[in-house]
């Protein structure tokens, strides 16, 4: 095994610039001479425009253009955003109201765009829109989690976007019926505002002839499409790049209005315009996650196998369809509706409703998170309400280890899993013997202790496909042409790490081109744990291609016969002989005799099938039940990864999802009020977690490599935010269960968790 | 942030006559103000500077016994220097914000602003102590006035605040999740003559006293004194982060707890 390659804990190389204050992010690549756009946005939730007049905003000092949805009109510019349906229980097709890039004739969130203005500094673009005179008669505001109210758009009454459904009712009722256990459990997953590090930003720049958008995403060619399409340009005329990226999460994952309107400007002016939401302007206007409710049923026979499940979930979509917005809560949750557990007598039905809110569309797993947390929640109830173990009740349930390849009821072909294995590893790894001790220690103190285990499981998502392209260049460098897009993930150290363990070349002299579509001619982004999986595959292939192109080439040069070439460790070897070449002198001597055609090597892989990381999360919380204050104090995972790339990587994107997940578990929640208007616009009132506020996590591997990838590998990217938001709601359930508090829902904020201890108190008396 | 002259005095007898223009507003170590500039929620035409003037900085002990801090001192200073005459108080001040907030965010800017989840006000209120301006010398029991409302007239500098040194003395914060200052906090401390709680975060009407604590704990300094108190839910803060009950129950907690500390 190479030091560099495969599963080594290398550092990631582009810390060194992320970190010493010379990463590129977007406001670091704007052009010279940019002019700077500010975005006019809703003050209400609701409401029929009556009046916009941007006239004295046009003729304020240093702006050069005021745009509107007239102005759009006027230009030719399609006004409106694209997004995916899904298909209702009836076989109709989910709501499709339009959304446009900026307000026609009405607004439905606080927050969305109404204009677009243009000019030499930001601050004349705000002096500026100080000076546009809007006026909105007021309509009702639905923010409800339900059907009702005034419709936000006639094309769905009651609010209802979408109506999906999954499984046999019928079936799954007369299943119902007949079980010797049941249990019910109503389960909350609040609102969370995403807030990546760098917020959302954009610049364009027109030549007359061809239009460049750069913009802080997670792929470029999904842009490239919806520009094209809305400017009435050719793809070939446009031409999307997307430098470093302070982190996406999903968030970043879909077109923007502002991407769209900021173009159209550059257009307009005939000069470079640079847009970038500060971190207000993110919080209003940046797609939200999760905001569903769930109402979840098992039945289990009379030894407690279980035997039947189903979910009735309602879920926020905010005022219109984002790009993916339907589909999370529906098709993505039911990728892993039934988790690790061995039933297929299930139904599943989601309703969509709009809401006078942002859009709210992927975070962090991505439906997958959200349908994990109800099961494991429920699970766990079941097994309070049963008198079992939690664990041991799991054990009982989960798919045998000899059952792989496994058809779950979603109809997931879930490859290899040895779920037993891994959990009798985390019971031994989170001590589980030692909590009573631990719990009688806190006791001492004042404190409630608990104890919560979540065994989750993921389905990686995205494109299978992806393609990589390598490239000598004369400077005796490779380059590495990807179709992903790191948002901070450690991409370029990863993939140059799989680099150097199929062809030897040192990861100091690989070069990584991401995110630019003239350069690479498509890819799949970042998103649904795919990139090292889908990317690591095609190296690999490339690799292999690159080896057998030169093959012929080396023989020559080593007066050997083709077939008695081989390469091992960076270096082609003739076979019986001592007469050897490493790649990168290899590909020297082929520039030097001409054959340009052996430096550019390129391969597409598609992969067989997903793979599923699973693994258990234990979390332990304390709670102060004076003040109501949770703190997580001791967290363990234990991972089945398969092969890890790098497992100071993998270990990263463990605790950074852990952080995500409790962050929600504990103190993020986005709230608005019944008038629309956002209550969490700042960081004064939006909680998010810091250091102080999380323990340090442990995390195990217990590897079953995967066989639906060459690597063996699972995709982690969100694998922690899927296990943690059940691990902390059930230790914080199993600390406040002698209470006598039989139901908590997240965020577990102190004043919550107080007034759930103060009822039951009160109740007791 | 809309445009405004910046005036930068190196003596007091400049900053009043600069304060004294229109529209001219203090600028301290600028925690609260510059943000709320940036987010265009205030517009003054001249910002006066503070930071300058060496003569309102420092921590002293007046042949008295009182610690002396000039308004202009920094949380960061404060927490250092005034630690070993006045553990509490430094306690307090090193418990403020973040290390950006202490190195900026001086006493007489917290003072002045008297947001009513601050932490200083606790402790001036809590000391029983002088708050001393260009002009005169104020008690705490008359300074604080409300909400972001204190005795001070326009243009009026704190130059120093004097703190009677307790017996013994403790901070507790129950912090905001979102914001970190303080949902509640309860600063106790035990004087020959008796003992003052001071509560911040928790009333409409700003920092106060719980003065049935205060005759409570003068007898028993013990948090077992407070047992039969209980504080009026009505006139506390209500907002996403905690009711008028959870308040006034934290208050009470808090105080308890600070007795505790102290003893």
């Known amino acids: 095994m190479s030091k560099f390659g495969i599963s080594q804990p290398i550092k990631r190389v582009e810390d060194v610039r ?7 992010y977007m406001d670091d690549t704007a052009p010279e001479g940019a002019l700077r756009a500010y975005v006019f946005r809703s003050p209400v939730a609701h409401g029929e425009i009556t009046t916009l007049d941007v006239a004295d905003a046009r003729a304020a000092d240093g702006v050069h253009a005021v745009l509107t949805a007239a102005e759009l009109d006027a230009a030719g510019v399609r006004n409106q955003m694209d997004a995916a349906v899904v298909k209702n229980r009836d076989g109709s097709r989910g709501a499709a109201p339009p959304r446009p890039i900026l307000a026609i004739d009405r607004v439905r969130y606080v927050g969305e765009p109404v204009a677009l203005i243009v000019a030499e500094t930001l601050a004349q673009a705000k002096d500026a829109a100080e000076l546009i005179e809007l006026d909105v008669e007021d309509l ?180 219109y369809n984002s790009g993916f917005g339907q589909n999370i809560q529906s098709e993505l949750a039911l990728k892993v509706l039934t988790g690790t557990y061995d039933v297929q007598d299930v139904f599943f039905a989601v309703k969509g409703i709009y809401t006078n809110t942002v859009q709210v569309d992927a975070y962090r797993g ?37 059952a792989f390849p496994y058809v779950s009821a979603s109809g997931e072909t879930y490859d290899v899993g040895d779920f037993g294995r891994v959990l009798s590893r985390a019971e031994k790894e989170a001590d589980l013997d030692g909590f009573k001790a631990r719990r009688a220690d806190s006791g001492a103190a004042g404190k409630l202790r608990g104890i919560g285990l979540c065994y989750y499981i993921e389905s990686i998502l995205g494109d299978p496909s992806e393609t990589t392209k390598l490239e000598f260049t004369d400077t005796g460098k490779v380059r590495l042409y990807a179709g992903t897009q790191s948002n901070g993930q450690g991409h370029e150290t990863v993939y140059a790490q799989i680099l150097n363990e199929f062809t030897g070349i040192p990861m100091d002299a690989v070069e990584f081109v991401q995110g630019d579509s003239d350069l690479i001619a498509k890819g799949g982004g970042t998103g649904g744990s795919r990139s090292v999986t889908t990317q690591g595959t095609s190296i690999k292939a490339t690799s292999s291609r690159l080896i057998e192109n030169f093959t012929p080439f080396v023989a020559e040069e080593l007066d050997a016969a083709p077939e008695e070439i081989d390469f091992e460790d960076g270096n082609f070897h003739a076979r019986g002989t001592n007469k050897f070449i490493g790649l990168m002198d290899a590909a020297q001597a082929a520039r030097d005799k001409g054959r340009d055609d052996l430096l550019v090597c390129e391969a597409e892989t598609k992969l067989p099938g997903r793979s599923y990381p699973n693994g258990a999360h234990v979390c332990e919380v304390e709670i102060d039940p004076e003040t109501g204050q949770t703190e997580v104090v001791r967290y363990t995972v234990v991972d089945d990864f398969g092969v890890l790339m790098n497992p100071t990587l993998a270990e990263g994107q463990v605790h950074g999802g852990v952080v995500q997940g409790l962050g929600q578990a504990i103190m993020e929640n986005a709230a608005y009020d019944a008038d629309g208007q956002l209550l969490t616009g700042t960081f004064m009132d939006y909680a998010m977690p810091r250091a102080i506020d999380t323990p340090f996590i442990t995390f195990h591997s ?64 | ?252 907690v808090l105080t308890g707890r600070a007795v505790a500390a102290a003893s």
Request: proline share 5%; charged share 20%; aromatic share 8%.
């Open chain 1, 366 to 402: 991505a439906g997958r998170p959200e349908a994990i947390y109800v099961l494991e929640r429920l699970m766990d109830h079941a097994a309070r309400q049963f008198g079992l173990s939690p664990w041991a009740l799991r054990q009982k349930n989960f798919i045998p280890a000899d």
């Open chain 2, 1 to 252: 942030m809309y445009n405004f002259d910046l005036i930068r005095p190196s003596t007091l007898e400049e900053a009043v006559k600069a304060l004294g223009q229109d529209e001219a507003q203090a600028l301290g170590g600028g925690q609260t103000l510059i943000p709320t500039l940036k987010q265009r929620l205030a517009m003054p035409e001249t910002l006066v500077s503070l930071s300058g003037i060496d003569a309102i900085k420092g921590v002293c002990v007046h042949d008295d016994g009182r610690l002396s801090i000039g308004g202009g001192t920094t949380h960061a200073t404060v927490a250092r220097e005034a630690a070993a005459h006045y553990p509490g108080l430094a306690a307090l001040a090193a418990s403020i914000g973040d290390p950006a907030v202490r190195a900026r965010g001086t006493i007489g800017g917290s003072l002045a602003n008297n947001d009513p989840s601050a932490c200083y006000p606790a402790a001036a209120l809590g000391s029983g102590a002088t708050i001393v301006t260009n002009a005169r010398e104020i008690a705490a029991d008359d300074y604080f006035q409300g909400m972001f409302t204190t005795a001070l007239d326009d243009g009026e500098i704190i130059t120093e605040v004097r703190f009677p040194v307790p017996e013994a003395a403790a901070y507790q914060k129950f912090e905001q999740p979102a914001s970190r200052f303080a949902l509640v906090g309860v600063f106790v401390a035990r004087y020959a003559d008796g003992v003052r709680v001071a509560v911040t975060g928790a009333s409409e009407e700003g920092v106060f006293r719980w003065s049935e604590a205060e005759a409570a704990l003068s007898s028993n300094f013990a948090a077992d004194a407070l047992k039969d108190l209980s504080v009026p839910a009505d006139g506390m803060i209500g907002d996403l982060h905690g009711t008028p009950d959870y308040r006034a129950h934290l208050v009470k």
């Open chain 1, 140 to 319: 009702p505001v639905w923010t409800t989690l339900a059907p009702g109210g005034e419709a936000i758009h006639p094309e769905a009454p009651e609010n209802l976007a979408y109506d999906w459904a999954f499984g046999d009712a019928e079936q799954t009722e007369k299943v119902f019926a007949g079980a010797a256990h049941r249990v019910s459990l109503e389960i909350d997953d609040n609102r969370i505002i995403v807030n990546s590090m760098e917020p959302r930003g954009c610049w364009a720049r027109w030549d007359g002839a061809r239009m460049h958008v750069s913009f802080s995403g997670q792929g470029v060619w999904g842009l490239r499409d919806q520009i094209a399409r809305n400017l009435g340009l050719d793809k070939g005329a446009v031409h999307v790049t997307t430098p470093d990226v302070g982190g996406g999460f999903g968030m970043k994952g879909f077109a923007y209005p502002e991407y769209f309107a900021v173009a159209e400007a550059a257009r307009q002016t005939g000069r470079p315009v640079h847009w970038m939401a500060d971190r207000s302007e993110s919080m209003l206007s940046d797609n939200g996650g999760r905001d569903l409710v769930s109402v979840a049923e098992a039945a289990f026979d009379e030894d407690y196998k279980l035997i039947g499940y189903r979910v009735h979930t309602t879920s926020n979509l905010g005022a």
């Open chain 1, 702 to 765: 217990e590897p079953v490599p995967s066989t639906a990838n060459p690597l063996g590998m699972k995709g982690c990217g969100e694998a922690g935010t899927v296990g943690a938001m059940a691990a902390v709601g059930n230790a914080v359930q199993d600390a406040l269960w002698d209470r006598g508090i039989r139901r908590v829902d997240m965020p577990f904020t102190p004043l919550r968790v107080w007034s759930w201890l103060n009822r039951a108190d009160m109740a007791a008396e």
């Open chain 1, 18 to 24: 992320f970190l010493n204050g010379t990463g590129r």
